[in-house]
């Protein structure tokens, strides 16, 4: 079942587009990102489905409703992850997870976020004391205290050091887990690669692909580089006419070659057929950047302001 379907939707401003016929649909129980650079219109075309903007055109629905004219009524079933500047520095953790809870009619129990969150130390702790992660933990349990089944969250791990960024991404996956859709607009490759289904890729108010993180990043038409150090001198006219071999390069030690398809396979077995050892072997996988750069033009800029 699809939560939530739009259709050529529309957003102006100032008379120009700004989201420009986007269609998607997003199905139960689906991590799915919405991922594109800086003005790209990745927020408002989530605010269009929050009920937050009216749409110039197109439609949206989200579990079956409008989120315009349903907007109370979504509101009960969606949670929103806030932007830090919406809660007060002296609100205590508690008392803002107990406020948040009272907006919505059957709630969690606030107390169970709090340790699934890593916040129950932290409970008596003013807003304003605590450090980002803690900050960026504390939206997320506010989005999940009224028990949606959607949950929109928006740059999850932004200023969160590599270990905090892992532990949160395991608890999006428990989410999941227990039967909340995710809507997640991000920056980052990785965590898109890492947690989303299916992912829509954004340029300029369009959807440029949509597909699993993998098939976007197989659909790359570019070489891959495979690198090794050789351990004994060899011929490179030996790996020069194998399947998909393209070039073959040296600089210093180095021997990079590059290729497509299951060219790595060849080079290997070649040189192991040669007796030639080597050290060091790598290939370079094709990431999500790569993939926005063929399907754009240009590289994704996206992640410094994040
Ligand atoms: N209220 C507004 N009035 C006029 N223009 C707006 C308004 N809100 C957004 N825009 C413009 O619409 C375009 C899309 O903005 P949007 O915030 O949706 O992009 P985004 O992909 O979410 O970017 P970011 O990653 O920077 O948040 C931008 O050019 C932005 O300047």
């Known amino acids: 079942m699809a939560v939530i379907e739009v259709d050529a939707l529309v957003k102006r401003y100032g008379g120009l587009p700004v989201v420009n016929e986007v269609s998607f649909s997003v199905a139960e129980g689906e991590i799915f990102g919405i991922l594109g650079p800086n003005g790209a219109g990745k927020t408002t075309t989530v605010e269009c489905i929050e009920g937050l903007r ?4 197109g439609s949206v629905r989200v579990l079956g409703l409008d989120p315009v004219k349903d907007r109370r009524e979504l509101s009960h079933q969606v949670g929103v992850q806030l932007q830090q500047s919406l809660l007060p520095e002296n609100i205590k953790v508690e008392e803002a997870l107990q406020l948040f809870a009272s907006f919505y009619r059957s709630p969690r129990d606030w107390r169970g976020l709090l340790e699934d969150w890593g916040l129950a130390d932290r409970r008596k702790a003013r ?13 997320i349990a506010l989005a999940l205290v009224g028990d949606p089944k959607v949950a929109f969250l928006d740059e999850l791990t932004t200023g969160l050091d590599p270990a905090a960024r ?19 607009v991000s920056h980052f490759m990785d965590e898109v690669e890492e947690l989303c289904d299916r992912v829509a890729v954004f340029d300029r108010g369009r959807i440029v692909a949509l597909d699993t993180p993998a098939n976007l990043i197989s659909a790359v038409d570019a070489d891959q580089h495979l690198r090794f150090k050789p351990l004994a001198p060899f011929d490179d006219a030996l790996l020069t006419g194998l399947p998909g071999v393209v070039s073959v390069t040296r600089q210093g030690e180095q021997v990079i070659v590059a290729g497509r398809g299951e060219f790595a396979v060849a080079v290997t077995s070649a040189l192991a057929r040669e007796r030639v050892p080597v050290a060091g072997l790598r290939v370079d996988q094709h990431t999500l950047d790569d993939a926005f750069a063929a399907l754009t033009g240009r590289p994704f800029d996206g992640g410094e302001d994040a």
């Open 127 to 139: 807003f304003g004391a605590l450090s980002g992660g803690q900050k960026q933990r504390l939206f």
């Open 166 to 184: 892992r532990a949160t991404w395991e608890l999006i996956k428990r989410v999941r887990a227990a039967g909340v859709t995710v809507v997640l």
């Open 54 to 57: 009216r749409p110039d055109g």
